[in-house]
């Protein structure tokens, strides 16, 4: 069974910085993708920023020059880097999981981020 846990969320202020973690533990073979999404209330899940199994990274227009993804050594574990947060990066953050051979998707349970002004 695979799971995901997220940490590192809380309250922040506009300008400052956090930065949410993501643990990955059980049977992943091989990992296509490995991302971060975002909900507020009221709103459909976004794609904030994530990561290729060859490297490439894609973010979200909005957190470009924010927010940077990373990967621990032992690649079971990702960041996302906030720095200067604004009020509407305000959510819930969902760490996701796309595995390479069965395509199957992971979801954390969220971590909510709230950025006061």
């Known amino acids: 069974q695979v799971q995901l846990v997220e940490s590192g969320g809380g309250l922040v202020q506009a300008g400052g910085s956090l930065r949410l973690s993501c643990e990955v533990s059980?049977?992943?073979?091989?990992?296509?993708?490995m991302g971060w999404h975002r909900q507020a209330p009221g709103t459909e899940r976004e794609l904030v920023a994530r990561?290729?199994?060859?490297?490439?990274?894609e973010y979200a227009d909005s957190v470009k020059g924010r927010f940077t993804l990373s990967r621990g050594n032992a690649k079971n574990t990702l960041y996302l880097q906030m720095n200067s947060p604004k009020p509407e990066d305000t959510a819930v953050y969902y760490c996701?999981?796309?595995?390479w051979g069965s395509g199957s998707d992971y979801w954390g349970q969220g971590t909510q981020v709230t950025v006061s002004s």
């Open positions: 996701h999981l796309r595995s």
């Open positions: 059980g049977d992943i073979r091989s990992v296509l993708v």
């Open positions: 990561i290729f199994n060859d490297g490439r990274t």
